[in-house]
């Protein structure tokens, strides 16, 4: 197993199990297309049962929340629950809800850096920087152990401009790789366009196409039509899956990828996905 294998296959995947429901109790729902009801922050979903399970898991999108099957923690819950507070739940001590609920975003977000610089450190391209990876790596593990006092005021928006800096010259070390090995465009004097940083690509058709090495950073790919389309070396670190075909598509080493944006997609037996990612069990 790689270094970043060994980073992404166990404190990174939500366990809901040794979790107290934090998602299901910290976070607003908006009443929409993903969830059925509207719930202000802090308040238990009405689906929540007193063992901290869902007890609508099993039908979740059909009983109007397919917000719930796409988000993913990155094992921050659990983290939270088990670790910050020692085991000790909010319904136990009352009082710790008025910490324990807003720290959920916070670890979230130190989680997926980890999941990120994970990625990273797995691709022979970004080796340059894999140095300054492992020091980021350690630092962040360092401030997920923090106490609930510490994890309060941590700056995290600070510290993920940190992180987000060695990221995106890692993500075109291993772009620039892939790209490399994409055929020159057949007409003379044309240039393959590489960048789509936070470009608006809501339903566009890029069915077969050889994406490798394209930056989609922050990009709307929203409906998109991907399948078949190989996405290997493309970075996509906060780009927007949602309804997006990636049916036979080619992400198995798509840089930057997550659980919550393959789980935003539709997908088959067909698409191929990066270690670390499952197959969601709502595709057909």
């Not at 593990?141 to 800096?165: Q, W």
Request: charged fraction near 25%; charge should be negative; hydrophobic fraction near 40%.
């Amino acid at each position: 197993m790689s270094e970043a294998e060994a980073v992404m296959t166990s404190d990174l995947r939500s366990d809901c199990g040794s979790c107290f429901g934090l998602c299901c109790v910290a976070l607003t729902l908006t009443k929409s297309s993903d969830f059925a009801i509207d719930k202000p922050a802090g308040k238990p979903c009405p689906n929540l049962g007193e063992d901290f399970g869902c007890g609508i898991h099993a039908k979740l999108r059909g009983e109007g929340f397919s917000g719930c099957t796409v988000y993913d923690c990155f094992g921050a819950g659990q983290k939270l629950s088990q670790v910050t507070f020692g085991g000790v739940g909010w319904r136990e001590e009352p009082g710790s809800a008025e910490l324990m609920f807003p720290l959920l975003p916070v670890m979230k977000q130190l989680h997926e850096l980890l999941w990120y610089v994970g990625d990273a450190l797995g691709r022979d391209a970004a080796r340059p920087v894999w140095g300054e990876l492992r020091v980021l790596r350690e630092e962040t593990e360092e401030l997920t152990r923090g106490s609930a006092e510490e994890l309060v005021a941590l700056d995290v928006e600070g510290h993920r401009l940190r992180v987000n800096a060695v990221l995106v010259r890692a993500g075109e070390l291993v772009r620039g790789e892939w790209a490399a090995r994409v055929p020159a465009p057949k007409k003379k004097g044309k240039k393959r366009r590489v960048d789509f940083r936070g470009a608006d690509l809501m339903g566009a058709r890029r069915a077969g196409a050889d994406l490798r090495g394209m930056n989609f950073r922050g990009a709307y790919l929203i409906a998109a039509d991907l399948s078949g389309a190989d996405l290997r070396g493309a970075e996509v670190i906060g780009a927007d899956f949602r309804d997006a075909d990636v049916r036979g598509a080619d992400l198995s080493e798509a840089l930057y990828l997550t659980q919550s944006q393959v789980s935003a997609g539709t997908g088959d037996a067909g698409t191929r996905l990066p270690v670390g990612v499952e197959r969601p069990g709502h595709w057909k």
